[in-house]
């Protein structure tokens, strides 16, 4: 995945879909979040994994986006 394809990923990242970012198969992704072995948090949403994308850029290397909800940095 392209940085841009990587930031333009939506605020939870299907588990596949971050994998696929980590350079893993669907197959040993499952295994690793099952294992509580994944290379950054998992969460389970119902019968889904997904993991914030924020975990997800930071393990990549990548700083984490801003929005809008960020609170201004102050100026001295």
């Known amino acids: 995945m392209t940085e841009d394809e ?4 939506p605020v939870s990242v299907p588990l596949v879909e971050a ?3 980590l ?7 499952h295994e690793l979040a099952r294992k509580k072995q994944f ?7 119902g019968g889904a994994y997904v993991v ?10 990548y700083d984490a986006p801003t929005t809008a909800l ?6 001295p």
Do not use: H, I, S, W
Not at 23 to 29: E, H, I, L, V, Y
Not at 39 to 45: D, F
């Open 19 to 21: 994998g696929r970012a």
């Open 52 to 61: 914030p994308k924020t975990e997800l850029l930071r393990v990549l290397g």
């Open 39 to 45: 290379p950054c948090r998992v969460l389970r949403l």
């Open 23 to 29: 350079c893993m198969g669907r197959t040993k992704a």
């Open 6 to 9: 990587l930031r333009a990923l």
């Open 70 to 75: 960020d609170p201004e940095p102050a100026t």
